[in-house]
């Protein structure tokens, strides 16, 4: 089975910061990889699919790139509505979650 | 816009089956594109996939769960359901359905809201 591995877990930043959360898969996926954001009490939202593709609705200031087993994804300048949990997701596998706080 | 609501029972006695079902709205269940899927969260943790169905009745499980679960179509209806035999305590979660694309790169959207499910006597 394919593991999904995020870093960090946690993560503190100020508004207007540029972030990046990391996902790593434990073989070589291509670009089969999937972003989310979840907010407390709400169900996981799509914001980018196949590593790059942004959903249509989601801001511009979110982005993901890679390949392979090595996958990224960034916040241009982070917005108060920014600060939830980030999951990685590949095929039937979901990293462990990233949960970004404001500093 | 296609939308996707579970329903079912929120408290589950140990060593019952616990059964949730997925009703979807503006939009046919019956799409040769995409499958439909359950996804559980126990409470702070992650994402667990449980299964898939596609609207033929094809189904595809997660191996650590495959013994104990079934997930049905009925397009009649325009929905799907989970049976999770066997329940312990540790299947307490946040159960969601949610559409999942029947592509290369397989993604989750849309999601239902998600419904608690507590395995207590």
């Known amino acids: 089975d394919i593991q999904m591995t995020q870093s960090p877990s946690s993560l503190s930043a100020s508004v207007g910061d540029r972030v990046t959360i990391t996902c790593r898969a434990s073989?070589?996926?291509?670009?089969?990889l999937n972003w989310y954001q979840q907010k407390p009490g709400k169900a996981p939202k799509l914001l980018i699919y196949a590593t790059s593709s942004l959903q249509s609705g989601v801001p511009s200031r979110f982005s993901g790139s890679g390949s392979g087993t090595y996958f990224t994804l960034t916040i241009s300048s982070l917005q108060p509505e920014d600060f939830a949990t980030y999951f990685c997701q590949q095929t039937y596998t979901f990293g462990q979650g990233t949960k970004l706080e404001i500093k | 816009q296609l939308q996707l609501q579970e329903s079912g029972p929120g408290l589950v006695k140990p060593s019952e089956t616990l059964s949730l079902t997925c009703t979807v709205s503006g939009g046919s269940i019956s799409s040769s594109t995409y499958y439909w899927g359950w996804i559980r969260q126990p409470p702070g943790k992650g994402l667990e996939w449980i299964g898939s169905?596609?609207?033929?009745?094809?189904?595809y499980y997660n191996p650590s769960l495959k013994s104990r679960v079934t997930i049905s179509v009925d397009t009649s209806k325009n929905q799907f359901s989970l049976k999770l035999s066997s329940v312990t305590a540790a299947d307490t979660a946040v159960y969601y359905c949610a559409r999942l694309a029947a592509v290369s790169v397989r993604w989750f959207d849309p999601w239902g809201q998600g419904t608690l499910v507590t395995v207590s006597s």
């Open positions: 169905v596609f609207y033929s009745g094809t189904t």
């Open positions: 073989q070589s996926i291509s670009s089969y």
